[in-house]
């Protein structure tokens, strides 16, 4: 195991304007190297969880452990060093592609092309100027999927001991999808990933699985016995499967009740 930090949430509730609860005693722990997977409908609450796991929500003490500790002790510059985040609205700032993916660290070329290359992005900076490819303001001359590989490469040069993909792979095609997926696979067990998403083939190959619904957790398990409960996370699931297959020109069936 490289290095993977433990994290522990007890409890949590929450509401941003004082009336409505968006989370609801949420209990979460994500062990040492464990991928944990978040799901839920749109609302459900999860960016409001994964604002706490970056201080840009405080969460009540006695809520939130980082490695044991209260993440209202965690400074910023420990959240920084260890936990590399992964949002769905990735941000370019102008400046060549060497400045956005070192982040001001000394990193050697070698490492730098290697992880554009696993991200399959070299290949597009490789025949214009390499790492010295000017990246217009916003990323304006790369693709929204381009966007979010750039994103995963730098996360790749800055390992943290744990990393959170936030809907990281909702806006792109298919392909960088996969390619993204298969990646953070190959890191299982090497650091601890939460992966919050409401897709849920993008959780399958989870240890473990929190269904949130209206800032409630109401299920958790592993994926095949997640599907056995007959569940949300079951129904959802098969409605989510049969728009993605019909979309592949299947049969269109979401209403089947069979245990799986
Ligand atoms: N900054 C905010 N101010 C007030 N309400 C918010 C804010 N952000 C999110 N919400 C509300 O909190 C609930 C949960 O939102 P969110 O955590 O973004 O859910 P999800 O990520 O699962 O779609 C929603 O009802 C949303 O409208
Ligand atoms: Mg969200």
């Known amino acids: ?15 941003y304007d004082g009336k409505r ?7 979460i722990d ?5 991928t944990i997977g978040i799901v839920g409908m749109s609302g459900s609450g999860k960016s409001t969880l994964a604002k706490f796991l ?3 929500l405080l969460a009540p003490v006695g809520t939130c ?3 044991g500790c209260d993440i209202s002790k965690v400074s910023m510059e420990a959240l920084y060093r260890n936990v590399v985040y992964l949002g769905h609205e990735e941000y370019v700032l102008e400046g060549t592609v060497r400045d956005c993916i070192s982040m001001g660290k000394v990193i050697e070329d070698k490492a730098m092309i290697e992880a554009l290359t696993m991200v399959k992005m070299w290949s597009v900076f490789e025949e214009q100027a390499g790492l010295d490819t000017i990246l217009r303001e916003n990323g304006s001359n790369l693709s929204g999927g381009q ?11 800055h390992p943290g001991a744990l990393l959170i993909l936030n809907e990281a792979t909702s806006s ?3 392909e960088s999808e996969t390619i993204i997926m298969d990646y953070i696979r190959s890191l299982k067990g090497s650091r601890s990933i939460l992966i919050i998403s409401h897709r849920m083939a993008n959780t399958e190959n989870c240890d473990r699985i929190y269904v949130l619904d209206e800032g409630k957790l109401i299920e958790h398990g592993d994926r095949d016995n ?3 409960n007959n569940g949300i996370y079951s129904s959802l699931y098969r409605e989510q499967m049969a728009y993605e297959n019909f979309g592949k020109g299947e049969r269109f069936e979401n209403n089947s009740s069979e245990a799986v």
């Open 226 to 228: 997640l599907l056995k």
């Open 21 to 27: 609860k968006v989370l609801s005693d949420v209990d």
């Open 30 to 34: 994500i062990d040492f190297g464990e």
């Open 65 to 67: 452990f980082m490695a």
């Open 172 to 174: 792109i095609d298919e």
């Open 1 to 15: 195991m490289d290095c993977a930090l433990p994290l522990s949430i007890r409890s949590l509730s929450y509401s």
């Open 147 to 157: 966007k979010q590989r750039l994103a995963l490469a730098r996360g790749l040069l």
């Open 54 to 56: 970056q201080q840009e």
